[in-house]
């Protein structure tokens, strides 16, 4: 599986809207993007995922790249349960049967 | 549906113990999966089962063995406990052969924290 980059940390205001960024400049044709993420003392959670287009479901946006190498996964009004650790994951379509998980992004959110 | 169940929930060992950390899911998927996750790190996948019969290592699996017990359970065991394998365990469980694995969602258990002294 390709790489990925996020950064370390990021803050955000509670009920404001959240951006946060993954680089994947290696991604082939046939990488899907996931994202993942963990809350305090959780396991991880499945929260969207995309090929090429734009993406929406009850918990996130994602917005990918038209060159693909970027995505952003966009929190509409970030709320304190937001508060996790996020996961950018590329899957390729040969299929390695686990997820490569890096150290992700830590999002606080501040009342 | 209680999804993706593990148990027991934390667990102190002294080094040279065994020990077994239990998973079972109630989702009927073919795949389930071993991960650790130590501090400020990502999970790493320790040993997964494609489907009922089979085992395969993952990126870290020295130190530990698996059984596929039937469709529901996937168990890990710790046969000479060391420091070195303090730890989260996160069990995770997919559907798989229902398409290609580039679309398809784990579901992760809430983890066993181990301790070894």
């Known amino acids: 599986d390709a790489k990925t980059t996020q950064p370390n940390s990021m803050e955000s205001n509670e009920e404001e809207p959240v951006h946060l960024p993954c680089n994947h400049s290696?991604?082939?044709?046939?990488?899907?993007i996931h994202w993942y993420r963990q809350l305090p003392s959780q396991g991880p959670e499945y929260v969207i995922h995309?090929?090429?287009s734009n993406v929406n479901n009850r918990m996130a946006s994602l917005a990918i790249a038209e060159d693909r190498k970027s995505s952003t996964l966009i929190l509409h009004r970030a709320t304190l349960r937001d508060a996790a650790v996020y996961y950018c994951?590329?899957?390729?379509?040969?299929?390695?049967?686990?997820?490569?998980f890096g150290t992700g992004t830590r999002l606080t959110v501040i009342p | 549906n209680a999804g993706v169940t593990q148990t027991p929930k934390f667990q102190v060992l002294k080094t040279g113990q065994s020990m077994t950390l239990q998973c079972a899911q109630d989702?009927?998927?073919?795949?389930m999966y071993w991960y650790r996750q130590d501090p400020g790190m990502g999970l790493r996948l320790i040993y997964y089962?494609?489907?009922?019969?089979?085992?395969d290592k993952g990126e870290v699996p020295n130190g530990y063995n698996v059984s596929r017990l039937n469709k529901r359970e996937f168990s890990l065991r710790l046969e000479s406990a060391a420091p070195s394998q303090t730890s989260v365990y996160f069990c995770?469980?997919?559907?798989?052969?229902?398409?290609?694995?580039?679309?398809?969602?784990?579901?992760f258990g809430p983890g066993t924290r181990l301790l070894v002294l």
């Open positions: 995770a469980s997919s559907a798989s052969g229902f398409g290609p694995l580039s679309q398809e969602t784990q579901y």
């Open positions: 290696t991604i082939s044709g046939t990488d899907y």
């Open positions: 995309g090929l090429t």
């Open positions: 994951i590329l899957r390729d379509r040969a299929g390695a049967n686990n997820l490569f």
């Open positions: 989702m009927n998927h073919n795949s």
């Open positions: 089962s494609a489907s009922e019969g089979t085992t």
